[in-house]
């Protein structure tokens, strides 16, 4: 079992839906949790940052962890096609030395 | 505040040929992180500096790579005798030491031929 899965997609939706990203994880020990955004071609930029369960809410997004489940999810409201991206889940190490990432979701919004 | 910046943007290069990336991660940060990306993947650890220190390097990292972050500032990576399987878009990242999270650069596009 991979350390960190995610569906790749691709995932289609109108303008203005809610799209909901999700990863599950498999290390129990798992404290932190990212989510970035990478356009065609260009790096990966940070969207979210969460340490424990619960949800953080920044804008138009949410981030809701499950550590239970071991389940991450990236709620996106009101979508705009300016959100059509790939997003990646990433988790740091235990040791802190690198992020294990999923292999990132392609979201396209259509006008 | 300036981001991380990479050089260069693209490389194409042929098959044996050397090539050497440079990094310049956002000044206050002391961690630099390099990364690969493939296609359809997600970015993969390659090798990690804390200041000058290279601390940790990834099974990715044949003995045809080698890393160097002189005076704990820029970084540079250098493939050797490159195969087209280097082929991949080469991720630096900075961070500062108090917290897990990375900030990435626009990355480097290698095509081996």
Partial sequence: ????????????????????????????????????????RKGPELLMYTYSSGNKEDGRF??????????????????????????????????GTALIFGKGTTLSVSS | DTGVSQDPRHKITKRGQNVTFRCD???????????????GQ?????????????????????????????????????????EQGDSAMYLCASGPTSRETQYFGPGTRLLVL
């Fill in chain 1, 1 to 40: 079992q991979k350390e960190v899965e995610q569906d790749p997609g691709p995932l289609s939706v109108p303008e203005g839906a809610i799209v909901s990203l999700n990863c599950t994880y498999s290390n129990s020990a798992f404290q932190y949790f990212m989510w970035y955004r990478q356009y065609s």
């Fill in chain 1, 62 to 95: 949410t981030a809701q962890v499950d550590k239970s489940s071991k389940y991450i999810s990236l709620f996106i409201r009101d979508s705009q096609p300016s959100d059509s991206a790939t997003y990646l889940c990433a988790i740091p190490n235990q040791a």
């Fill in chain 2, 25 to 39: 991660p956002i000044s206050e940060h002391n961690r630099l992180y390099w990364y690969r990306q493939t296609l």
């Fill in chain 2, 42 to 82: 997600g970015p993969e650890f390659l090798t990690y500096f804390q200041n000058e220190a290279q601390l940790e390097k990834s099974r990715l990292l044949s003995d045809r790579f080698s890393a160097e972050r002189p005076k704990g500032s820029f970084s540079t990576l250098e493939i050797q005798r490159t």
